[in-house]
């Protein structure tokens, strides 16, 4: 974990705490992300990084599920064989592996609307972790180095940060594979076809899925597996031309209710990409177009606040309504109420013709 920010605590906001309890939450559950101050760590070797990050991570693709059902039982250990962590005490052996994953991803991705001309810039970020460090010569070695080991000759797990870009051209083949340069075996899937026949998208616009995979060869002994594994995997992708905003799955004029006040209060709203064993997140431009997607283990979403409406001439406080005499005495404080609400509905209703329908129809029955 990494050393709080000098700030003054009393400067610190709401805002601030908040994304401090993000960036902690984040770096314990999958690591450091890059740029971080502990993009180079290093941990002890005793502790996998798959054991130490719960998630991020792809393995090889052609991993045997037997050899990951046998990490899964070591139960906690590294490839030292140093038992690690115990679990709580009225915790029995079966609770811990009924408890973990036996089954671990080798690839992720993201779908997503382009316009079929012009390149694609993905850019993949990753973290490998090697085994460095093993006596005294070893901590020499890391002293003028770098290479990992501990002060006291201690092996330990070091992190390197990858960093590598493949451009994709739009509108060529329908599937395509790209060797992720320097990466020793990782690859960037890429799938794209034409969408036809749907109204709401614009003509010649690509649906395209973008995969990247592990295809290192999976380790024969356990103590190597840890180095053939991505961690803290994410797919950053720009385009030239900006990304088409891909339809709403919500029906707005189907029988479900719900789905059709969804679909308008969302209808300003749209979605730009979906992940695949991943979530995406998206930047928009200060006109409201997108040119960037990008991956995330830790999906986010920024809720506005709700401020009340105070209408003029009406005093809703407790103290007032506590005074009231009898029903002649609430109709007179609380009619002006009344005919607030009426005049905000008004100008509600002025708004319908902007909406298309089917939206206007449920904006009405709303209003009504």
Known sequence: MSEPKSQNAAALTSLDVRQRLVEAIELDLIGPAAGDELAEESLPAYEAPSNWYLTGFLIPSGTPPEAIAEHDEQEDRGPDETPGRPGLSEETTEDRMAAKKLFFPSSMG?????????????????GDYELAGSGFEAAEAANSTGDGAHEDGERRWQRRARQETVRVTLGAAESSEHEVPGSNGLRLQVEQRPVVGVSSIPESTQAVSLFLVNNRAPATALQDAEATYVFQAGLEVRGERPFVPRPDPRS?????WDEQIAALHYLDTPSYATGHNVS???DLAADGSCHALRTTW?????????????????????????????AADAEVTLRPLVGAYQEWIDVRRLGLADLPAPHSETAAELLD
Do not use: N, Y
Not at 252 to 256: A, H, I, L, V
């Open 110 to 126: 993201l779908s997503f609307l382009a316009a079929a001309e012009g390149r694609l810039e993905v850019t993949i970020r990753w």
């Open 252 to 256: 707005p004029d189907g029988e479900d």
């Open 280 to 282: 995406v997140t998206w």
């Open 298 to 326: 830790l999906p986010q979403a920024e809720v506005e606040k709700t401020e009340t409406f105070e209408p003029d001439g009406v005093d809703l406080s407790m103290d007032r309504l506590g005074e009231l005499v009898d």
